[in-house]
């Protein structure tokens, strides 16, 4: 568009220059533009609010979580919303298994009461007897017989699973799937809250067999029948099933979804979910706890992390990962 105008000096004038003005959005566009990114940016704000609320309350000090490696995301991702918030509070994670957790926690509060104020374990199922440890029960943890695709099988009986770790099926063919060994993965020894809660109440409180692998891909004991190796955590756990064809192991059930080449089985009929355990239908599942030594202070990090584990503005979090909350559930579940 153009159009003629004058620029009046105070010795001349000069007329008829012609100006081009610019073309671009008009008013009414750049207008409609900044209304459409305020709202979109409410909606993602409401989006984060929604999933990662602000603790109730903030404590300042230092708090080291420790045991149980099957919730270990879940944790960590609990600390980073706690500790966005709440600046003054230095959380740090070092898992290393239900039963080693829980254990160190009592040892450091037999020696160093204020070392043990620090320090909360959490406990795949109760802890052993130990009078001055304290748990809370924080969520119903949903585990999951996993296998590697390979196998192409997507369900099994409680007597298959107990009849292929003792040794007597050892193929999957025999179960109606690929030509292929069964190589059992699973966790180490009597610390893993895992295991512990597999062998309760998927082998019937049988024990599994020995290693018979170091790499869980190949046996390395001529005389052995079965395929068997043993890892220190559930992430290990989880990526050893999903690389290997024909693995077979076991964990917490939000945590395999993270691995594309794992399918979590049914059992008995019944697939692993929330909704499964909730009407009480599958039972491998297990009540995580929270523990510290005696009564947290009153004020202190722990005792607020403690608090915000089952509080609304972490409940989003837990349901995330595939928890359950407690206070969700009745008492009888968590009781």
């Known amino acids: 568009m153009h159009e003629k105008v004058s ?21 009414r566009t750049l207008m409609f533009g ?5 709202l979109v940016g409410a909606l993602v704000a409401l989006f984060v609010v929604d999933v990662l609320q602000p603790p109730d309350n903030c404590s300042s000090g230092q708090l080291q979580i420790i045991g149980s490696t099957a919730v270990e995301p879940t944790i960590r991702e ?17 898992a290393n298994g239900s039963r080693s957790g829980t254990r160190q926690l009592n040892e450091t509060g037999a020696k160093d009461a204020a070392a043990a104020e620090k320090l909360i374990a959490m406990s795949d199922g109760r802890a052993e007897a130990a009078p001055d440890l304290q748990g809370k029960a924080v969520a119903i943890v949903v585990f999951a017989v996993v296998v590697n695709r390979s196998a192409d099988v997507a369900a099994l009986s409680s007597a298959q699973l107990r009849a292929i770790y003792a040794g007597r099926v050892t193929n999957w063919k025999q179960l109606g799937g690929r030509d ?11 610390d893993s809250g895992s295991r512990r809660t597999f062998r309760d109440k998927v082998l019937g409180g049988d024990q599994e067999l020995g290693i018979s692998s170091d790499d869980c891909r190949t046996k390395d004991d001529p005389v052995a029948r079965h395929q068997r190796c043993e890892v220190g955590t559930t992430e290990e756990l989880l990526a050893r099933v999903n690389d290997i064809e024909g693995a077979i192991g076991y964990a917490e059930l939000g945590s395999s979804r993270k691995f594309p080449a794992i399918t979590a089985l049914a059992v008995d009929g019944v697939v692993p979910e929330a909704a499964k355990v909730a009407d009480s239908s599958y039972k491998f599942w297990e009540v995580e706890y929270a523990y510290t030594y005696k009564s947290p202070a009153a004020g202190s990090l722990q005792a607020a992390f403690l608090t915000y584990l089952t509080s609304p503005p972490a409940k989003p979090v837990l349901e995330r990962d595939g928890l359950v909350p407690c206070p969700d559930l009745p008492s009888s579940f968590c009781g």
């Open 7 to 27: 620029f009046a000096f105070p010795d001349r004038k000069i007329v008829g220059l012609e100006v081009t003005r610019p073309r671009g959005p008009g008013r």
């Open 34 to 38: 900044a209304l459409s990114l305020v």
């Open 78 to 94: 609990l600390r980073s919303a706690y500790a966005t918030e709440c600046t003054s509070a230095d959380i740090t994670i070092a």
């Open 180 to 190: 292929l060994p069964i190589r059992m993965v699973s966790r180490v020894g009597p």
